[in-house]
């Protein structure tokens, strides 16, 4: 259900909080002050009043392999959504949770954390000496005890005993997962694995010049790029990651031309790499802001292996089989961008766009290793070492 609100102007929106539900106005320059009613809430990019489909949006924003993400409920702070996929009847479903009475919900870093609002709260656990310390389960280190009340920490974090608080953990990630791969093998078409959408903008199959078989020939001057819609968002939290791609650059064109890019346009991503003549650079950033960044010498003309790895605390790159120097170490899960991830093409301006091939790009939940990126050298048309 949607009904329009017409405009006027309510002073700036740092003002206002970030919780529009029923009952709450949405108060910017371009909508007037008057409440949604019923069960809606503001949908502050449209303007209107919405009616929220937990389960319409886990399927929006996941894709069917992406089985776990989590969901703020926009008519509550305190609540979140644990998005589900169910493979037996292929609908995602929408398991409602709730933050202790002392937390609400942040989208940003997907987690609960203190209602600042409640400065008396004596429900928060915390190592600053305000409220009470809970009881952690010890047969259940992602429970903790409020009063007669068991809690449930937030997927994704574990009780400290120490902090009195539930901290983020890096899970340990026994069985590498394929996200995505672009492989060129189709005869007619370009197109990705685990059935995601791939847009693709003038990127030619082509046989000539490929190190085996088919490869992807990329034009600037066409602007070619190719896209996989939906590839990170907020309900992803990229503990451990790997992106392999090999590339091979035309010789003679000058500057820096994208290679993959999950970012959004003029500020930085999560995953970026690029290349310019003689060197490829790239970074991961984690969500806190911080860059682990590398450079590497590469010759245009010849055919690269190109592997980021992040194991939940520190980045490793490699050219071919060769590691290189990382800037800094990270820690904690890459930042969540609400963006594609972009194969050769500028997420902004028209002066990145890569020139030449690439070939077996694999974009993988859990974090490569030396051994791993060696089978994937000599094996360059799979993506899953074995």
Same mark, same amino acid.
């Given at each position: 259900?949607?009904?329009?609100?017409?405009?006027?102007?309510?002073?700036?929106?740092?003002?206002?909080?970030?919780?529009?539900?029923?009952?709450? @106005?949405?108060?910017?320059?371009?909508?007037?002050?008057?409440?949604?009613?019923?069960?809606?809430?503001? =949908? @502050?990019?449209?303007?209107?009043?919405?009616?929220?489909?937990?389960?319409?949006?886990?399927?929006?924003?996941?894709?069917?392999?992406?089985?776990?993400?989590?969901?703020?409920?926009?008519?509550?702070?305190?609540?979140?959504?644990?998005?589900?996929?169910?493979?037996?009847?292929? #609908?995602?479903?929408?398991?409602?949770?709730?933050?202790?009475?002392?937390?609400?919900?942040?989208?940003?870093?997907?987690? /609960?954390?203190?209602?600042?609002?409640?400065?008396?709260?004596?429900?928060?656990?915390?190592?600053?000496?305000?409220?009470?310390?809970?009881? *952690?389960?010890?047969?259940?280190?992602?429970?903790?005890?409020?009063?007669?009340?068991?809690?449930?920490?937030?997927?994704?974090?574990?009780?400290?005993?120490? #902090?009195?608080?539930?901290?983020?953990?890096?899970?340990?990630?026994?069985?590498?997962?394929?996200?995505?791969?672009?492989?060129? $093998?189709?005869?007619?078409?370009?197109?990705?694995?685990? *059935?995601?959408?791939? !847009?693709?903008?003038?990127?030619?199959?082509?046989?000539?010049? /490929?190190?085996?078989?088919?490869?992807?020939? !990329?034009?600037?001057?066409?602007?070619?790029?190719? $896209?996989?819609?939906?590839?990170?968002?907020?309900? =992803?939290?990229?503990?451990?990651?790997?992106?392999?791609? !090999?590339?091979?650059?035309?010789?003679?064109?000058?500057? $820096?031309?994208?290679?993959?890019?999950?970012? $959004?346009?003029?500020?930085?991503?999560?995953?970026?790499?690029?290349?310019?003549?003689?060197?490829?650079?790239?970074?991961?950033?984690?969500?806190?802001?911080?860059?682990?960044?590398?450079?590497?010498?590469?010759?245009?003309?010849?055919?690269?292996?190109?592997?980021?790895?992040?194991?939940?605390?520190?980045?490793?790159?490699?050219?071919?089989?060769?590691?290189?120097?990382?800037?800094?170490?990270?820690?904690?899960?890459?930042?969540?961008?609400?963006?594609?991830?972009?194969?050769?093409?500028?997420?902004?301006?028209? =002066?990145?766009?890569?020139?030449?091939?690439?070939?077996?790009?694999?974009?993988?939940?859990?974090?490569?290793?030396?051994?791993?990126?060696?089978?994937?050298?000599?094996?360059?048309?799979?993506?899953?070492?074995?």
């Amino acid at each position: 259900m949607r009904r329009i609100i017409s405009a006027a102007d309510f002073g700036p929106w740092s003002t206002w909080g970030d919780c529009m539900c029923d009952q709450k @106005r949405y108060r910017s320059r371009v909508c007037e002050s008057e409440p949604c009613v019923g069960g809606d809430y503001v =949908d @502050r990019e449209d303007c209107v009043c919405d009616t929220f489909d937990a389960a319409s949006e886990c399927s929006m924003v996941s894709g069917a392999d992406s089985v776990y993400g989590l969901l703020g409920d926009p008519c509550n702070c305190q609540n979140y959504y644990q998005c589900e996929y169910n493979t037996t009847t292929e #609908q995602f479903i929408a398991i409602q949770r709730s933050c202790n009475p002392c937390e609400i919900w942040d989208q940003e870093v997907l987690t /609960c954390v203190r209602d600042e609002s409640k400065g008396d709260c004596t429900f928060f656990p915390t190592t600053q000496g305000i409220g009470e310390c809970p009881l *952690g389960v010890t047969d259940n280190p992602a429970q903790f005890i409020l009063g007669n009340e068991t809690m449930d920490c937030a997927p994704g974090t574990t009780f400290n005993f120490t #902090q009195c608080t539930c901290i983020r953990i890096v899970p340990y990630v026994t069985e590498m997962v394929e996200i995505a791969s672009v492989m060129f $093998e189709d005869e007619k078409t370009i197109t990705a694995s685990k *059935g995601l959408w791939l !847009f693709n903008q003038n990127v030619e199959l082509t046989s000539d010049g /490929c190190k085996s078989g088919k490869c992807g020939f !990329f034009n600037s001057t066409a602007k070619s790029k190719l $896209e996989l819609a939906y590839f990170s968002n907020a309900l =992803d939290r990229f503990e451990q990651f790997s992106v392999r791609l !090999f590339f091979k650059r035309s010789a003679g064109v000058s500057g $820096e031309r994208s290679l993959v890019d999950n970012s $959004e346009c003029s500020l930085d991503g999560s995953v970026v790499a690029e290349s310019d003549e003689s060197v490829t650079m790239g970074y991961f950033e984690n969500e806190n802001g911080t860059k682990g960044e590398f450079s590497y010498n590469a010759v245009d003309g010849t055919w690269n292996q190109l592997v980021m790895s992040y194991d939940g605390e520190n980045p490793t790159f490699y050219l071919n089989k060769d590691p290189g120097m990382t800037e800094e170490s990270l820690g904690g899960s890459l930042a969540r961008v609400k963006a594609s991830m972009v194969i050769g093409g500028c997420i902004c301006g028209d =002066d990145c766009y890569f020139d030449g091939y690439m070939d077996s790009i694999c974009f993988l939940k859990g974090a490569l290793d030396q051994s791993g990126v060696n089978f994937l050298y000599d094996n360059p048309d799979k993506c899953i070492p074995v």
